[in-house]
């Protein structure tokens, strides 16, 4: 029976070309072996998923906690409320404006320009600094 070919390897070549020799491993399996052998696998005893009780949670918070499949608990509210885009409040509602203040996008653009090597930064900035944004 023949080896089996391997197809990273390609179609042998004709003269010197004829036999591959930098291939790293002769069969299937081989390297894992080696690496098996120099850094042995941890002996770990089996994890078991902590319970929320070994998390710190109370029984109250454990109350609050929605069920995946469970009904809305905000029927009226926009699926899309949070988002920058669509229907409903924007991401102000989330309350991280604070966090992270809204920049110009010619400021963030006009940071980048040193940076720019193919001149398309420097023409967004224009087209960004035109509209006033």
């Known amino acids: 029976m023949a080896e089996p070919v391997n ?39 089996k994890v078991n998923p902590m319970s929320r009780s070994d998390m710190g ?25 949070g988002a920058p885009i669509g229907p409903g409040a924007g991401t102000e509602v989330l309350g991280m404006n604070a966090i992270m203040p809204r920049q110009k996008r010619s400021d963030v653009l006009a940071k980048m320009l040193p940076f720019d090597e193919t001149g398309e930064i420097a023409i967004l900035l224009q087209e960004a600094q035109a509209r006033g944004d």
């Open 7 to 45: 197809p990273l390897a390609g179609v042998a070549g004709p003269g010197p070309f004829s036999a591959r020799t930098d291939l790293p491993s002769s069969g299937y399996g081989d390297d894992v072996n080696q690496i098996k052998a120099a850094a042995p696998l941890s002996k770990s005893a």
């Open 57 to 81: 949670m109370a029984p109250s918070q454990l109350e609050r906690v929605t069920p995946l499949y469970a009904p809305s608990q905000r029927q009226d509210e926009d699926i899309m409320t």
